[in-house]
């Protein structure tokens, strides 16, 4: 049998493992599914999910040189439809006793921003639009300097406050 990747077939489960399970697609082609491709919820115990001789429906992921066949259970499941949030549903309000309140309206996302055409605002006020790199790194040594002799001055009256106590 000559496997795509990419497509789901059925198979049977020859042996299981900690690390994964053996799957026959064939009497000639046996694959593996890793414990994370099992499910989609967390596995610590693949036993409690597969059982030997079970049947199953596998997506076949890669095709190694070596003849190793990588497979997939869990993107072999249809995929649930994506439930959306409509404006003005109503759901149980646990606040007020037995009480529904009225949902916000559908999340929308916000058109992407290029900031290459519009670079975002500076919020410190202090740099103009104009202002250029050095000038504003020359204010920024500026301003670290004197927080920094503040704290230096803070610390040093600590120090000698402390000692005259004694």
């Known amino acids: 049998m000559e496997l795509e990747i990419g497509k789901i077939y059925e198979g049977k489960v020859t042996g299981i493992t900690k690390f994964g399970a053996f799957v026959e697609l064939d009497k000639n082609t046996t694959g593996m599914v890793h414990i994370s491709e099992v499910a989609n919820t967390f ?5 409690d999910h597969l059982s030997e001789g079970q049947t199953v429906k596998v997506k076949v992921l890669s095709k190694g040189d070596d003849g190793k066949i990588s497979l997939s259970i869990k993107k072999a499941l249809p995929t649930p439809p994506k439930k959306e949030f409509k404006g003005g549903e109503k759901r149980f309000d646990n606040k007020r006793q037995g009480g529904f309140k009225k949902e916000r309206p559908a999340y929308e996302p916000a058109e992407p921003v290029d900031f ?3 670079p975002p605002p500076v919020y410190s006020g202090r740099v103009s639009d104009d202002a250029n790199f050095e000038d504003m790194l020359s204010k920024f040594k500026a301003t670290s300097e004197e927080k920094f002799s503040d704290l230096k001055h803070v610390m040093d009256n600590k120090r000698r406050g402390s000692s005259r106590r004694k």
């Open 43 to 47: 596995v610590s115990e693949i036993k």
């Open 116 to 118: 290459t055409k519009n």
